[in-house]
């Protein structure tokens, strides 16, 4: 089935900087998320990207679908951004967003 | 607009004992539902989805069930609980073929 990785694995910020978190995936796809999930375990939906970029004030992501990768942009850091951010692709052949394969996600950790 | 509503927030319960965990929807109509859980470390694993009351695909083979008796009501289940249930389960619901909106969750600690 597809892969999903994604690097770093650990990302520790100060507060301010900038960040780019990348997810490979291994076969096409016609679904990618990006989202959050904070310290409390609230996952939220960040971007619906399966190609082209987006933005939505500090955040953005750019998937070049065709080199099967995507990045997720943060910029100017906040102590709110912490917590672990996730990949999820469905293949084509998912059907209707039924089956969304997750990668392991990217932890970071913001610093005041 | 939409909201999903999951409980308990947390639970303990003894091995070999029974689970029903409840996800509710509001806001919306005859959503595709979906269960995960979520181990330790980070990875989501996708247990169960629903595309219509009573559709249910069981995407891993365990002792756990889901039900969905009503079009926004979406449960899971298990008759006998295992130490490797221990976990945080989510619900999440999606309207279309885009995004899909996640509950609070359950924290499930099985001793």
């Known amino acids: 089935g597809i892969q999903v990785e994604q690097s770093p694995p650990d990302l520790i910020l100060q507060e301010g900087a900038n960040s780019t978190l990348r997810c490979n995936f291994s076969d096409s796809v016609n679904n990618l998320q990006w989202f959050h999930q904070n310290p409390w375990g609230q996952l939220i939906n960040l971007f619906y990207?399966?190609?082209?970029?987006k933005q939505n004030g500090r955040l953005s992501a750019t998937t070049v679908a065709t080199e099967r990768y995507s990045l997720l942009y943060i910029s100017s850091s906040q102590t709110t951004d912490s917590g672990v951010y996730f990949c999820?692709?469905?293949?084509?052949?998912?059907?209707?967003?039924?089956?969304?394969?997750w990668g392991l996600g990217t932890s970071l950790a913001v610093n005041p | 607009s939409q909201t999903i509503h999951q409980w308990p927030a947390t639970l303990v319960q003894p091995v070999g004992s029974p689970l029903s965990l409840e996800c509710t929807v509001e806001g919306t109509s005859n959503p595709n539902l979906y269960w995960y859980r979520q181990a330790a470390g980070r990875g989501l694993q996708l247990l169960f989805y629903s595309v219509g009351i009573g559709q249910i695909s069981s995407e891993v083979p365990q002792n756990l069930s889901a039900s969905r008796p009503q079009d926004r009501q979406f449960i899971l289940s298990s008759k006998k609980l295992l130490l490797s249930d221990s976990g945080f389960y989510l619900c999440?619901?999606?309207?279309?073929?885009?995004?899909?909106?996640f509950g609070p969750g359950t924290r499930l600690l099985v001793l």
């Open positions: 999440a619901w999606s309207p279309t073929t885009e995004t899909q909106y």
């Open positions: 999820a692709v469905a293949p084509f052949d998912a059907g209707n967003n039924r089956k969304l394969i």
């Open positions: 990207i399966p190609s082209g970029t």
